[in-house]
C-alpha cells in the first residue's frame, strides 16, 4: 500500500470481532456493533509543537488499538475498509 498519512494521523485496519455470543448463538450482521479494536497499518511523522520540534508517534506499524466508537473516517484504499484518524483518538494499545 502506498498510502502514508500526514503529521500525527495513523490509518487502522479494524479487527472484526466474533460471529458468536459466549453463549453459542450466532449475531447477524444486522446487530453487530463495529468493532472498536483495530491493527495500525501505517502511521504519519508525528505532530509538530509550536517550535517546530518533531513529537514522536507512540505507535507503530503492526500495532493492536482500541478506539472509540466514532473515532476516525471510513476510507476505501485498494479496495479495501480503513479507518483514518488521529493518534489522540486512539485509547490504548493492547
Avoid at 21 to 42: F, H, N, R, W, Y
Avoid at 72 to 84: C, S
Wanted: no cysteine.
Amino acid at each position: 500500500m502506498a498510502f502514508k498519512p500526514l503529521h500525527d494521523r495513523v490509518l487502522v485496519r479494524r479487527i472484526e470481532g466474533d460471529e458468536k455470543t459466549q453463549g453459542g448463538l450466532i449475531i447477524p450482521d444486522s446487530a453487530k456493533e463495529k468493532p472498536a479494536e483495530g491493527e495500525i497499518v501505517s502511521v504519519g511523522e508525528g505532530a509538530r509543537k509550536d517550535s517546530g520540534e518533531l513529537i514522536e508517534m507512540a505507535v507503530k506499524p503492526g500495532d493492536k488499538v482500541l478506539f472509540g466508537k466514532w473515532s476516525g473516517t471510513e476510507v476505501k484504499i485498494d479496495g479495501e475498509d480503513l479507518l483514518i484518524m488521529k493518534e489522540s483518538d486512539i485509547l490504548g494499545i493492547l
